[in-house]
């Protein structure tokens, strides 16, 4: 019997090879010839956009043969992972979809590649994307055209609201008994206040519902991407618009002040018990359950939410961060899509760069759940109509502001959640301490990264 | 008595099969020279994963490095980091809320694990089983405690406001354990004390078990108390192990990072941020290499300094 099987087995091999032989070359034969076996990986968070991104990718795939592999890491760990990576000249990543704060360290320390001649050469304008998008996902230094990133993915802090409880006509007449008006989205934060402050703790079809969901999160960038949608529009700037880095009286002005003031009585007086550490999850989660009646968020998942059975469709509505007595103000998200200086595989992913930046690309990115920055695509005519968010997202992008992108910005960071956490959240000291602490520890790290800070 | 080894013996099979060329190589080293043999890859990879590392950051944290601004040369800064360690405020409040963490909670595990463990002892019907279930809590994840007991100090639906509500009338969404600054530091400690307590029992009940039964038939016979055996057998002879348990949860929990992280992310404000979790924070997320590096040895310095005090006592108290 051994000899046998002994005997027999070259035949068995030979066979099997040649299947295998067969299934290769057909594997091959269906690619384009050019690249074969050729990959990229494109690293970004893992939120719904990033699934219309691997849906997108496939046309790339199809047209070029290259596989696109992605590298996803949630929002909490997102900047940790990422930074370390570049930090350390990684090569996980050849494309990577890096906040927009990164792009001051990403330049300095040169982890991305620089995109001007790359963008000459392809004939890609940045006149061609949003302003505000272009600032701030491209351009380091900032307002000069040194470009170091495409605006992938235009993204604002927004509002969602309950459209079927504003609607209710025995809420409705309560409201106008109360506040003299009728009840409508908020367009100052007084009124929001007043609006969350009627739903705080009612009981709607038998549950109990609290006013507004804000961010608070402490340990990576939460609680500032919320309170400074309060803090712009009550008059808070970075420094003196006419002396860079001088932040007193700017950053700790009075107006700042009653910001910072406000974000803490709309915390304590209109959000569910629970959320002092919550983020974009725990919002969705929030409105997602029917819990709030209104929810601050990123236009990015708002898709979904529209796509909601429970709380989408005629339920939900959408409205942009409302006024305060300084202005309208919003806070910038989103990012830029740049290729990796490490990386062995630059031209290709200058093609994909190439590739994405094409009107129908941008077009289709748009349709499938993500937000171009693109000109030809949120200023065509039918923009507006396309989704039910559309309207506030172009409006939102006119008026953002967004943190500092300086290389120190983790740490600047990390002091404003710090100060912002604990005067807020953890009723530690008063908005003005916790405000004056803050321009000290930002004009230490700026004098560690050798700015010029001016004298106080 | 020349024959001690038998020729059929496996050392010897072994040593027949040896190859006359190896066989020639060994016997002509020392024993000395084969002990080097065996322990130098050991040495080796203590050297590369631990004494090599531990003196690169000696090295760094008399240096201005930052991660985030690696374009900047790297500058000797001497004793500064150490200066702005040990002079900011923020790291003494830091260090004294781990200090609070460390003495509640090993107290808290010293008590009722001791307790837990005199109850075993007592060697009733279904001990095994009920020492298995007190064990469970140890034998997870810390990034799982941290991640269901998030889940059940949920004030809406977490079971646990919902029993505290239940016998105390407080309508349960009214508070947060993990999100109000007078719950939080005691949240921590509670799941802390939950997780290892267990542990603490284990190592009392192993001491338990190591008392002779005679000592206690003396004390019988010489008519005293439970309360004077407890007292002058059982304490006492428990001790070291008590001590042994109090050294390792005081490390550990010096170093508790995971579970807190998890449960309140240092917050609300900083009220729960441990000095472990400032360093994570200064390392990996500001960056800020040589400052982080001078604190990594402070803190080194401190649990070394602390511990080998403590071993000391405890060998006092062996002693006795």
Known sequence: MRKSATRSWPRWTSGTLSLFAGMALSAFASQPVSAQGKQLTLCWAAWDPANALVELGKDFTKETGIEMKYEFVPWTSYADRFLNELNSHGKLCDLIIGDSQWIGGAAENHWYIKLNDFFAKEHISMDDFMPATVLGYSEWPKNTPNYWALPAMADAVGWTYRKDWFSRPEIQAEFKQRFGRDLAPPKTYEELRQIAEFFQGREIDGKKVYGAYIFTERGSEGIT??????????????????????????????????????????????????????????????????????????????????????????????????????????????????????????????????????????????????????????QAPGFPKSAPFAPQFLESMAIVKDFWAEPAYAQLLLDMQKRVHDYVVADKGTAQQALDQLVKDWTKVFKEEGKAVLAE | MTALIHPDAPVNRIGAQTPFRVEKQVRGLSDRSIAWMFITPTIVLLLAINIFPLLWMIRLSFTNLNLSMSYLPLRFVGLDNYRDI?????????????????????????????????????????????????LLPMMLSPAVVGNFWTLLFQPQIGPFNYLVGLFTGIVPSSFSMTGEVALAPWTIVLVDTWMWMPYVMLICLAGLRSIPDYIYEAAEVDRASSWRQFCSITLPMVMPFLMLAVLFRAIENFKMFDMVNLLTSGGPGSTTELVSITLKRAAFEKWRTGYSSALAIILFVTIFGAANIYVKALNRVKQR
Not at chain 1, 300 to 311: E, W
Not at chain 1, 348 to 371: H, M, N, S, T
Not at chain 2, 101 to 113: D, R, T
């Open chain 1, 225 to 378: 991407m919320g309170v400074t949608n309060v803090l712009y529009d009550y008059g808070f700037d970075y420094d003196n618009p006419n002396r860079p880095y001088q932040m007193q009286g700017f950053v700790n002005s009075p107006d700042a002040v009653k910001g910072l003031e406000f974000y803490k009585a709309l915390y304590k007086c209109c959000t569910a018990p629970g959320l002092a550490n919550a983020y974009m999850q725990e919002g969705l989660d929030a409105f997602k359950s029917g819990q709030v009646a209104m929810q601050m968020n990123w236009f990015a998942f708002f898709p979904g939410l529209y796509k909601d059975p429970n709380v989408g469709g005629d339920k939900i509505g959408f409205f942009v961060n409302p006024a305060g007595p300084k202005g309208q103000f919003t806070q910038l998200g989103g990012q830029g899509i740049s290729v990796v200086a490490t990386s062995d595989h630059q031209d290709d992913a200058l093609g994909y760069i190439k590739w994405f930046a094409r009107p129908a690309v941008q077009q289709k990115w748009w349709e499938l759940g993500g937000y171009s920055a693109l000109k030809a695509v949120v």
């Open chain 2, 86 to 134: 040990l002079t900011d405020d923020d790291v003494w409040n830091r260090l004294q809320l781990t200090a609070e963490f460390v003495i509640s909670s090993v107290a808290l595990q010293v008590i009722l694990g001791f307790g837990l463990a005199l109850l075993i002892n007592r060697q009733f019907r279904t001990h095994s089983f009920w020492t298995t279930v007190i």
